[in-house]
């Protein structure tokens, strides 16, 4: 049971707009920033967002993050193909006292 | 550019150790923290371990507590994870990743491509 809350799937069609949720609590992203990131199938996970909304370069503007109290937002708009990947959710937790991830949601483009 | 290549993976009889190495290049090594990251089969992602730049403080999960050891060389600009007491559950890969901790957020920047560890009798 992971920390940090992520649905397992979700789904869209190419050019559509998908979010992915993350749900934590206070003691994680209620207090610290939370970071995104994409796992294309058979490769080593990629920094997708940073400190909630934050693009690492060469990462285009169709992704986007946002937090609202204890939940953080991944979205995803104008879908393609090649977003088919897991996305996991992370933030330093206090009551761990170390970094935590979400169990991840799977993205099918339909 | 930023590359991290892990070594020394491999199959272990419970009980056995390991011992992990990650070579980093393209980036100033001993200003960034680093950690290990696994992530078992078909499963999500576990934080495993971070060391600081200096090696000052080091942190690990509880799941590897006492049973794994986080270690750096700046000057071969290598990370390094000694893994003992290994347990069937431990089975998965393993990627180092550079922490950009004095980043808003502490993102884990940049991620090798993982070593599998297999633990089975």
């Known amino acids: 049971q992971s920390v940090l809350t992520q649905p397992p799937s979700a789904s869209g069609t190419p050019g559509q707009r998908v979010t992915i949720s993350c749900s934590g609590s206070?003691?994680?992203?209620?207090?610290?920033?939370v970071n995104w990131y994409q796992q294309l199938p058979g490769t080593a996970p990629k920094l997708l967002i940073y400190?909630?909304?934050q693009r690492p370069s060469g990462v285009p503007d169709r992704f986007s993050g946002s937090r609202s109290g204890t939940s953080a937002s991944l979205a995803i708009s104008g879908l393609q193909s090649e977003d088919e990947a897991d996305y996991y959710c992370?933030?330093?937790?206090?009551?761990?006292?170390?970094?935590?991830f979400g169990g991840g949601t799977k993205l099918t483009v339909l | 550019q930023v590359q991290l290549v892990e070594s020394g993976g491999g199959l272990v009889k419970p009980g056995g150790s390991l011992r992990l190495s990650c070579a980093a290049s393209g980036f100033s090594f001993s200003g960034y923290y680093m950690t290990w990251i696994r992530q078992a089969p078909g499963k999500g992602l576990e934080w495993v371990s971070y060391?600081?730049?200096?090696?000052?403080?080091?942190y690990y999960a509880d799941s590897v507590k006492g049973r794994f050891t986080i270690s750096r060389d700046n000057v071969k600009k290598s990370l390094y994870l000694q893994m003992s007491g290994l347990r069937t559950d431990d089975t998965a890969v393993y990627y180092c990743a550079r922490y950009d901790y004095h980043t808003s957020g502490s993102p884990f920047d940049y991620w090798g491509q993982g070593s599998l560890v297999t633990v089975s009798s």
């Open positions: 060391i600081t730049s200096s090696s000052s403080r080091v």
């Open positions: 992370a933030a330093w937790d206090d009551s761990l006292n170390g970094p935590v």
């Open positions: 400190s909630h909304s």
């Open positions: 206070s003691s994680n992203i209620g207090r610290y920033p």
